[in-house]
């Protein structure tokens, strides 16, 4: 069955500074995977999505994510992290279910 | 295209009446999926319908049921409200089912009372 950690609760950053927020997938074949974030009681938005081809994968809001089979991680990175920033992200995976992680709370710092 | 689309976008009822939330999903989709989220329990997954079909199922009571009508617009309904239905409901549709990203909806919160 497929699953999605995200190992992380809460990050808290402060602004300027660069971000990581991991994700690590369980599933047998070669996955679909995304990120989506979230601001205080909207719907989810889309930010990325690999499919396959470059492992390094360019989304919305200066946000990029890089996948590792060996590692079965789907990392999520942004060089400068601005106050708007601020939201819970979630890693999801796609295959024969669509399976969301528990989310990352993000925190930034003036 | 238009976005997906939930009404109402809020809603109070009082404990053991029932709710019926609407979603209209994105033109030319046809899977629609359902989500409750709360504080305590995050994002958790209600159904999915493809082609008016239920696809698959999360892990709630059968108060919590769904429908998907030929134009892939989808309902759900509450019966029997319970305090601890209080939450944002999330609808989201896709192209097809499993592999494609899912779009979501602004939600639905309903409020229990």
């Known amino acids: 069955a497929q699953s999605v950690t995200q190992p992380d609760i809460h990050i808290t950053v402060s602004e300027g500074a660069s971000l990581e927020l991991r994700c690590n997938y369980s599933y047998g074949a070669t996955p679909y995977l995304f990120w989506y974030v979230q601001s205080p009681g909207q719907g989810l938005q889309l930010l990325l999505k690999?499919?396959?081809?470059?492992?390094l994968v360019q989304g919305i809001k200066g946000f990029e994510a890089e996948f590792k089979r060996s590692q079965s991680s789907f990392n999520l990175r942004k060089p400068s992290v601005h106050w708007s920033d601020a939201a819970e992200y979630f890693c999801a995976v796609g295959g024969q279910n669509f399976v969301f992680g528990p989310g990352t709370r993000l925190s930034v710092l003036p | 295209k238009a976005g997906v689309t939930q009404t109402p976008r809020y809603l109070i009822k009082t404990r053991g009446q029932q709710v019926t939330l609407s979603c209209s999903p994105i033109?030319?989709?046809?899977?629609v999926s359902w989500y409750q989220q709360t504080p305590g329990q995050g994002l958790q997954f209600l159904f999915e319908y493809f082609s008016e079909t239920q696809r698959n199922k999360g892990n709630f009571p059968g108060r919590f049921s769904g429908r998907q009508f030929s134009n892939s617009r989808s309902e759900m309904n509450v019966s029997t409200l319970e305090l601890g239905d209080s939450a944002l409901y999330l609808c989201?549709?896709?192209?097809?089912?499993?592999?494609?990203?899912?779009?979501f909806g602004p939600g639905t919160r309903l409020t229990v009372t």
């Open positions: 033109s030319g989709h046809r899977s």
């Open positions: 690999y499919f396959s081809g470059d492992t």
């Open positions: 989201a549709s896709s192209l097809e089912t499993g592999f494609y990203e899912q779009y």
